[in-house]
Each structure stands twice: as C-alpha cells, then as structure tokens.
C-alpha cells in the first residue's frame, strides 16, 4: 500500500507540473497491465477490445501495454487487449469493446489518471474519455458514463463473451474472458443488485403485419379473412383464438367461421373449447341451419351413447329453426338419426310436425313420409293408443271375418268384437290402415302447400340469405319488407319473429330493419321483455355502435322497466361514440333530472359548455341551462351571471347569437322586483355592440321602446327611446335605397354594354353580306330586325330581369311602415311581463 501511495502522489505531482506528455508510454510486455481505481470500494471496472489485424500479421503477435487507473482504493484488473500494427489506422479495424462499471453508493466523481514511463508512440486506449487528461489519444473502448453504470456484488465475476459478438477479420470468432477480482465492500454501503435488460427489437412477422392491416380498419372484411386464413394454417391455440375471438366480436353473423373456429378447436383436440365455441356460434346466430347440422353431426361423434342429450339439441334446433324456409336438412337429419336408434314412433312424430311447416322441400318430405310409412307396419310407428284408434275407424267401416274375409258390421260373430283389435292383421287391413295414415297426413300437406304458394314469390326474391358486409341491391331490400308485410297480415306471431331474425342476418347493417323490429314487438300486448332486451344488445353493441336512434330507444326502454342506471350508461357510452350531438346531451341532463339529481345536471350543463367546439352549441346549451337555473333550481342571478358571460366571450359575433341576448333581456325582466334601469342599461349595452346587425338593432330598439313605455313613467327616456327606433328604421330606408339604386345603375350599365355589343354584331353582319354574291335587300327579308331586335328584347334584356326583381323583392318589405307592423307581431307574442311566469322570448 505504501509502494501504491508513493505512486499516486508522484502521478498527481506530474500532473501539477504539466509534464503530461500527449503520447501513451510503451508498456513492458512481461508485465500484464495494472489499473489503479480512486473510487469507493465497490467499484469493479472491466475492459475487452479486440482489434482484427491485417493477414499478413501472425495473430500471436501482440503488444501488450500498461496503464494505470487512479481512485480511492486501488485494485488491479487485467485488461486483454488485442491491437493491430502500430502503422495501421483506425478506420482500418473492427473492434468490439465492453465496459462495464459497477457502484455501491458513489458520492465523489472519481479520478482518473494514465501513467507514463516510457514515450513510445500511442498503441492502447482509456477507458473513458471525459476524464482523460490525454488530448488527441485514439480511443480503443467505449466510454460509459456513471449514471448507466449499475452497481454489483462483490462476488466473484466471469463472464464470457459470446463468439456472435467478437468477429475477426476472416469471419473467425474469439472468446475473450475477463476475471473481476474481489472486491471488499463496506457493511454499511450495501445495496441490492440491478442489472440492465436490453430489450431486442423483434423483427416484424408475417401475422403482425395482418394484424396491422385489421388494427389500421377493422371493417376491412377481406383483411380479416387473411389474418384467419393465415392462423389457421399457422395452427398455433393462442393466435387462432385470437384472431378468432375479435373476428366474430365484430361479425357474430358469418357462421362458416364459426364452424371454422369449432373445427380448429377439434383439430388440436380441445373438446371442450370446441363445444364453447358451438354454443357461442348458436347464441349469436340461432337460425344458422347449416351450424346447427355441423353442431349435431358433433355430438353424435362425440357422445353417441347420450341418446337424451342428442335428442334434447334437436328438439332445441327445430324449436329455434325449424320455421326457417331451408330447414329441411335439419329435419331430415333428425328424423334419419331416430329411425338409426329404431324409434320409429318418434320418426312419425317429426314426419307429422314436418309436413305441416312450410319448407322448401315439403313435396319431397311428403314422398319420404310415403316410404317412410309404406316400409314399416302401422303398429311399429304409432303408439298404442293411435293404433288402436286407427284400427278402430277402419272397423267401423269394416270387419274381418274368420276366414279373413271383410264382413259388414253385421257380420261380425257374436262376442267377438272385443277381441278384433287384439287379433292379427290381415295384409287387406294392413293396406287399408297405411292408406288412412297417408290419407290423414296428405291433407295437412295439401294446407302447406297452400300457403307456402302465398310466400313463394318472396321467397324466389332472397339472393342472399346470409351476411356480408357489401350492400344489398335494392330490389332485394324491398323484398324484405314487402315478406314482413304479408306476414304481419297474416298474424302469426311466431313466423314474424322468425322471418324478423331471418332478414336481420342479410340486412344486419340496415338500421330501417332493426328499428321495424323493435316497434313490432313494442306494440304487442304481450311481455316479449327478453326478446327486446336480446335485440337491442345485438344492434347497439354489435351492428351499429353509434346510432342514436336505437340507443336512445334502448335506453327509454331500461328507464321503462326501472333500470335507470342502465339507461344513464347507454347514454353515456353513446354520447363518447356520438360526441357534440344536442339531441344526446338533452336526453342525458334530462334523465338526471327526472332521477332527481339536481347537482349532476348542473355538473353535465357546465361540463357542455366548456366543451362545447360551436358557439351554436354553447348558446343552446347555456340558454336551456339558464332556463333550468332560474325555473328549476330559483338561482336567477346565476343564470343571468352565465349568459352575461358567454356574451362577453363573444361580443365580436353576436350576429349570429341573438338568441343570448334575448334570453339575457328575459332573464332582467323577470327579476323581481323589477329594476327598470337595469333593463333599459341591457338594451342599451346591446345598441351599443358594433357586432349586432341593423336589423336586429330595430328589433330590440323597438322592444326597449315598449318596456319603457310600459312600465316607466319617464316621458324623457320614452322620447329618448321612439327618436332611437325611428332613427334606425330611417338608417334601414336609406340601406334600401342605395341598394336598389346600385341595382338599377348595374342593370343600366348592363344595357349599355347589350346595346353596343349587338351594335358591333350588326356593323359585322353588314359587311358580310356586303362581299357576298347572293345580297338580300334589307326591307325583302327583315332579316336585321327579326334577328337583333328580337334577340335583345327577349334574350338579352330579359336575361337580366331576375337580378332586378331579385333585389326589389329582398327590399321591398322594409319599408318603416311593415316592419313596425312585423315587429309588433313580433314582440306582441312574447310574455315579458314582469310577473316571473317566463316566456319562449320571441325566438
């Protein structure tokens, strides 16, 4: 320590006497380097650099230099370091360096300082350059600044570097070790460790640049379609069912991705998410045949043995389904899979319920119907007590005999008649029996057919039955409408609804549809409470975010049924879709009103106001809220306070904002008691605003005139008051005048400019004919006055008639007399009594 003390003194002495020299010293090559640190005692400093030589060097030989660190405590690192020859320049080399500085509670800036003993010319680098007392030294390392810089244990340190990181000139890698003896660290500077995580910046995949193309426009339909195209492929879980998952939040009604998604679930063996996803698809597209057939082909893959479970979704498909036009695979598919499990009573029974709905296919269900009943015996697909009671019906007309002969009712053997029904059947009886139950069913069918007649048209008329996101052409839309009429005319609640949810899968993003629907089911005298509360989540949460007129309907119809907290949420998501819209705003501060919070209102007013982007907005607003002030919450001088002061903001434009300034007049005269020169201080002040036009000063001129007259009893201020309004209705006249004397100077100059043109055009026809052969006198043909006298009183004067009368009608009620009488009509309307009962204030 003494040998290290002499050294550090002897150094800082060199310093002060400025005999650094500006070249490195050579260091001893039997000697590895020693780096003295000042610094606090947990400080370890490691350096690595690698320089690439030229070919023709060997790569053995190295020179080797000593340098020496000074801080507070000293500690020897070995610094490895590979140079090149000494004639070789720095753009000649490729180096990769490391440094790396750990602090326990650095207080001091540390010193550092570089030894010399021998000059020899500059080979080795420092580890920092803003503390290098060296001027123009070539730097081999990166220097790295103390705050960067975090701090370690002292614990024992080695770390190796890995071959990507130090490539050599011909592409050969090197591992270079650096050893970090230990350090001692102070018991009471002890801190926890951190190290410094360098994020790697991924490269862009193929899946995020789909993804940025659904993120840049969601409502780009085929950008979704390759982002689904792509995961399914990829067949990675957790990308599939997250494309998967925002797809269908944003178009719930494309079954075939619902089949795609449950077949993807499927395919990694995930039965679980695969029949979640079934039942999702089947909630948000319900009369989707196809899914449901896709669905049941499932379950009977899957759980075979759980015969009530397969039956149980079948009844639940038709009962949702079962109306559609195309539901026949669905019927077929129900009925097959009965006959498989030998219940042929049940086959009967869907056959019966089949061949009364109106399909598409209700010809050929009838024929299968026919097979169907032809093939098996009356016993094996009737229940008992129908058998028995067709039997019976047969008999009446019939009897068997022993011999099996057919006998009249009079022939039957005495005390044989209870037993003719447990005995067998004879093939003429069985033939007989099977005709009376095709007979039966044939009837029904005939009915159907009937009104599926009716609807055929219509039917013919849906080109597209499914969703999509291009529009419908227009015939097909008026298709719709003109089905749901026919079916309303025929009353059948539950095929409306049917048809309802049909057209709403084609005709999703039509708002006319959804709207229809909804006063359809308003208008019955039945609780369909569930049903609207489905509909309006589908069409304001899915289909149509930002329409108004549906979420306002949605939420007159939470606040009907006593959920007012629902209906206040509704308006608040829509008015942050749908922002600056007054018709929102209204409905929003009046729902708060009728939930009587009164200080929420004034909250939500205030709120408008000071957000409001258009002085029409904010005029509105205030107006209905200086109503509300002064008639709801009695706080009249605060309402006069609010208005004053928006007028004050807007003094410049108030051309365009008069209603302020009547709803401020109104509020001054409903003050009571009544300050009479404070009224008359507001008239004046608005007389006064340059920004108020002529006409409106003629209005509230004329107005001041009658409060004055009506309740002062100053002659003076009514004098003052009528030479005001008739000073104004003379500045108007004169207005007039001058305007309708530049309409007649420009018609004039018009004329003027008519005249000598056609003059021009005359001169010009004259001389044509003058030079041409075939000379026509001018009293033979009339051919000037014919051609330029008609042309300028019909084409050219009468060109610019309009312009007159456009003016003199713009003019022509102005005079004084008729606008005394229209602003008397005015103003006779508007209840400004000072009796506090309020008014609409004329406007």
């Not at 071959?163 to 890698?173: C, F, H, K, R, W």
């Not at 005029?619 to 919450?633: Q, V």
């Amino acid at each position: 320590m003494a040998d290290q003390d002499e050294t550090v003194l002897k150094n800082e002495k060199s310093k002060e006497n400025g005999k650094m020299n500006d070249s490195v010293p050579e260091l001893d090559d039997t000697e590895p380097p020693k780096v003295i640190i000042t610094a606090p005692p947990t400080m370890a400093i490691k350096m690595i650099s690698n320089k690439l030589q030229k070919p023709s060097e060997e790569s053995d030989n190295k020179d080797s230099d000593d340098c020496q660190i000074i801080l507070p405590k000293t500690e020897i690192i070995d610094i490895t370091d590979d140079i090149c020859d000494k004639n070789e320049t720095l753009e000649e080399t490729n180096e990769i360096s490391e440094v790396e500085v750990n602090f326990d509670d650095i207080k001091d800036t540390p010193t550092i300082k570089a030894l010399k003993e021998e000059p020899k010319e500059p080979e080795t680098e420092v580890i920092s350059e803003d503390e290098m007392p060296v001027d123009n030294m070539p730097v081999d390392t990166e220097a790295v600044s103390e705050d960067e810089l975090p701090p370690t244990t002292l614990a024992d340190q080695t770390e190796i570097v890995s071959d990507e990181e130090l490539p050599s000139e011909n592409g050969a890698t090197k591992t270079k070790r650096c050893q970090i003896p230990e350090e001692k660290e102070d018991e009471n500077e002890s801190q926890p460790v951190k190290k410094i995580k360098t994020e790697e910046v991924k490269p862009i995949t193929e899946l995020d640049k789909f993804w940025q193309a659904v993120k840049d426009d969601p409502s780009d339909f085929a950008g979704w379609t390759y982002l689904l195209q792509y995961v399914d492929q990829e067949n990675n879980v957790e990308n599939a069912r997250e494309a998967y998952n925002k797809f269908l939040e944003l178009y719930p009604y494309c079954y075939g991705y619902w089949r795609k998604f449950a077949d993807f679930e499927k395919r990694n063996n995930n039965k679980e998410e695969c029949e979640e996803v079934f039942q999702r698809g089947l909630i948000a597209i319900p009369l989707s045949v196809d899914l449901w057939i896709h669905y049941m082909t499932y379950l009977k893959t899957q759980h075979s043995d759980d015969v009530d479970r397969i039956r149980g979704k079948f009844e639940k498909g038709l009962e949702t389904c079962g109306l559609e036009y195309r539901s026949d695979r669905l019927w077929d598919h129900y009925i097959k899979w009965e006959i498989e499990q030998n219940k042929l009573v049940n086959a009967f029974n869907i056959y019966s319920r089949l061949l009364a709905t109106q399909t598409l296919g209700y010809l050929q269900h009838f024929e299968n119907f026919k097979e169907f009943v032809n093939k098996n015996a009356p016993d094996k697909i009737l229940s008992a007590k129908e058998y028995l009671e067709l039997r019976q019906q047969v008999a009446e007309r019939v009897r068997l005999s022993g011999n099996g002969e057919l006998l009249t009712d009079d022939s039957a053997p005495p005390g044989e008649e209870e037993n003719t029904f447990l005995s067998d059947v004879s093939e003429k009886e069985l033939s007989l029996l099977k005709e009376t139950i095709i007979e039966s069913k044939q009837k029904i069918n005939k009915e159907t057919g009937k009104e599926i007649a009716k609807r055929q048209t219509f039917e013919e008329g849906i080109k597209r039955p499914y969703f999509h996101v291009k529009p419908l052409e227009k015939c097909q839309i008026e298709n719709w409408k003109n089905y749901i009429a026919l079916e309303k005319e025929a009353g059948d609640h539950q095929r409306i609804v049917v048809l309802y949810e049909r057209c709403l899968i084609p005709c999703a993003l039509y708002e006319d549809f959804w709207l229809s629907y909804l006063d359809y089911l308003e208008s019955l005298d039945f609780d369909v409470s569930d049903l609207l509360k489905s509909l309006y989540v589908r069409a304001c949460l899915v289909h149509h975010r930002k329409s108004p007129e549906l979420h306002l309907k949605w939420s007159a119809f939470e606040e009907s049924k006593g959920n007012l907290d629902k209906a206040a949420e509704i308006l608040k998501n829509l008015d942050e879709a749908v922002p600056h819209m007054l018709q929102i705003i209204y409905r929003r501060i009046n729902l708060e009103k009728r939930r009587d919070q009164l200080d929420r209102v004034c909250e939500l007013y205030e709120h408008y106001i000071n957000t409001s982007h258009t002085k029409f907005l904010t005029s509105n607003i205030a107006i209905k809220y200086a109503r509300f002030l002064w008639k709801c919450a009695n706080k009249i001088d605060k309402a006069i306070e609010l208005i004053a002061e928006i007028i004050n903001k807007d003094k410049d434009n108030m051309q365009d904002n008069a209603r302020l300034l009547l709803q401020l007049v109104e509020l001054k005269m409903s003050v009571k008691p009544l300050n009479e020169k404070s009224v008359i201080q507001i008239f004046d002040e608005i007389l006064s605003m340059s920004s108020v036009n002529l006409e409106q000063k003629i209005l509230f001129s004329q107005r001041k005139l009658e409060f004055i007259e009506d309740y002062t009893c100053d002659y003076t201020s009514l004098r003052k008051a009528t030479n005001e309004f008739k000073s104004y209705t003379e500045l108007l006249a004169k207005e007039k005048k001058k305007a309708l004397a530049a309409v007649e100077e420009e018609k004039s100059r018009i004329e003027k400019e008519m005249k000598v043109k056609q003059a021009q055009e005359i001169a010009a026809s004259s001389n044509s004919q003058t030079v041409t052969t075939n000379y026509q006198p001018y009293n033979s043909t009339g051919y000037y006055p014919q051609q330029y006298t008609t042309g300028y009183n019909q084409t050219a004067y009468q060109q610019y008639t309009p312009t007159g009368q456009d003016y003199s009608y713009q003019y022509q009620n102005w005079s004084y007399p008729q606008a005394t009488t229209n602003y008397n009509q005015t103003w006779g309307s508007y209840n400004y009594g000072g009796t506090g009962s309020g008014g609409s204030g004329g406007y």
